[in-house]
Antibody, heavy 118, light 109 residues
Framework: EVQLVESGGGSVQPGGSLRLTCAASGFTFSSYEMNWVRQAPGKGLEWISYISSSGSTIYYADSVKGRFTISRDNAKHSLYLQMNSLRAEDTAVYYC???????????WGQGTLVTVSS | SYELTQPPSVSVSPGQTARITCSGDALPKKYAYWYQQKSGQAPVLVIYEDTKRPSGIPERFSGSSSGTMATLTISGAQVEDEADYYCYSTDSSGNHRRVFGGGTKLTVL
């Protein structure tokens, strides 16, 4: 069974940092592209970052470029999101999502809440 | 930046057909995907590559695409289909950005 479990969320002050982790199981992690998607309270889904299966290709949404860094460790079956210079508008539930070639984002984690507030 | 446009809300009675549209300039070249999100839950894929249905998704869910518009159709909508629905696609300009529509709240009552 495919499972994606996010962790690392919490409360942080503006300007602070957090590192999110997505632990993957039930599939060959190194064969799949991965993404982070977030959802602010009461708002829609926002794609924020992509990483290829090898980690060699990375894309970011303009809203997080230069502040967030996506990475992965295929040996540990884990995806990461390092978030620096956090702002109030980064407050959201952060989901990791597996990307299949045909099916797109076919599996999602349950999300981890990040709250940026003074 | 690339945008996908959905109506904020659609309302139908149980058993009626619900249609949710998604418009985007790149849709003639790029596939549309549809996700269902019930309150407090993670999104679930219901349609991929414009028209394909993942295993486990009821047959009443179908997708179509023509020109710059993709459509999710729920034939004979059930009360349990009440949820937010998001279309998703990619930009065709070469920047590889992934984009979600703003979401449509489907009410079945």
């Amino acid at each position: 069974e495919v499972q994606l479990v996010e962790s690392g969320g919490g409360s942080v002050q503006p300007g602070g940092s957090l590192r999110l982790t997505c632990a993957a199981s039930g599939f060959t992690f190194s064969s799949y592209e991965m993404n982070w998607v977030r959802q602010a309270p009461g708002k829609g889904l926002e794609w924020i970052s992509y990483i290829s299966s090898s980690g060699s290709t990375i894309y970011y949404a303009d809203s997080v470029k230069g502040r967030f860094t996506i990475s992965r460790d295929n040996a540990k079956h884990s995806l990461y999101l390092q978030m620096n210079s956090l702002r109030a508008e980064d407050t959201a539930v952060y989901y990791c999502a597996r990307e299949a070639k045909a099916e797109g984002f076919d599996y999602w984690g349950q999300g981890t809440l990040v709250t940026v507030s003074s | 930046s690339y945008e996908l446009t959905q109506p904020p809300s659609v309302s139908v009675s149980p058993g009626q057909t619900a249609r949710i549209t998604c418009s985007g300039d790149a849709l003639p070249k790029k596939y549309a995907y549809w996700y269902q999100q019930k309150s407090g839950q993670a999104p679930v894929l219901v349609i991929y590559e414009d028209t394909k249905r993942p295993s486990g998704i009821p047959e009443r869910f179908s997708g179509s695409s023509s020109g710059t518009m993709a459509t999710l159709t729920i034939s004979g909508a059930q009360v349990e289909d009440e949820a937010d629905y998001y279309c998703y696609s990619t930009d065709s300009s070469g920047n590889h950005r992934r984009v979600f529509g703003g979401g449509t709240k489907l009410t079945v009552l």
